[in-house]
């Protein structure tokens, strides 16, 4: 019986969230993340991402079920600041650490929708921004302030999927608290079409 690998094995239970989110771009994150599922073969370790420590503080205390897959797969997870091609200023992005696991930049290509994992780090304000890629946040550590188009900045927590419609004006900001998220990029995923507005 062959065994699947640590990152298969967090695909997988990725893939299994997003189909839960009940929106087309939910179901096609969850096809394209089993389909990776089955592609990690001969993948390479990486090396320790910019945020590494804040990364394993976060998962320490198992907040979320997925921590102990995502230690599990921690090797392979090639994490870098970020900076989206240079449309986040160095301030910002050097808070911030992600890691790409499905998509056209992924650790597995896939040229239609964008899946990773995000680490924001503590007393952080990630300023308005909008893009054309509907996109779903889940967190599975720590919590953050967020605030869409014009309504109120709510408190966010492990678990609470954050949706934003293509083209929603949004802001997040952490207090005390890193964090630690699933994204998903669906639609128009063109990096161009991100604008940092605050």
């Known amino acids: 019986m062959r065994h699947a690998s640590p990152l298969s094995t967090l695909l997988t239970a990725l893939a299994g969230l997003y189909a839960a989110e009940n929106r087309a771009g939910g179901d096609q994150a969850g096809r394209a993340l089993l389909q990776a599922a089955a592609r990690t073969k001969g993948l390479q370790k990486a090396q320790p991402g910019p945020l590494d420590a804040q990364l394993h503080a976060l998962l320490e205390n198992d907040p979320h079920p ?97 949706h934003h419609p293509s083209m929603t004006s949004h802001s997040d900001r952490t207090s005390e608290n890193a964090l630690l998220a699933a994204w998903r990029w669906s639609g128009d995923i063109a990096i161009e079409q991100y604008t940092l507005k605050g």
């Open 66 to 162: 997925l921590s102990s897959l995502i230690r599990a797969a921690a090797p392979w997870l090639v994490w870098q600041f970020s900076d989206l091609g240079g449309r986040i200023r160095d301030s910002i992005a050097s808070g911030m650490m992600q890691t790409e696991l499905v998509g056209p930049d992924g650790l597995i290509f896939d040229p239609a929708l964008r899946v990773g994992l995000w680490v924001q780090a503590p007393q952080l304000d990630y300023p308005t921004r909008v893009h054309a890629a509907e996109e779903t946040f889940v967190i599975l550590s720590g919590s953050a302030f967020w605030r869409a188009a014009d309504g109120p900045e709510t408190e966010r927590n492990v678990g609470e999927m954050i």
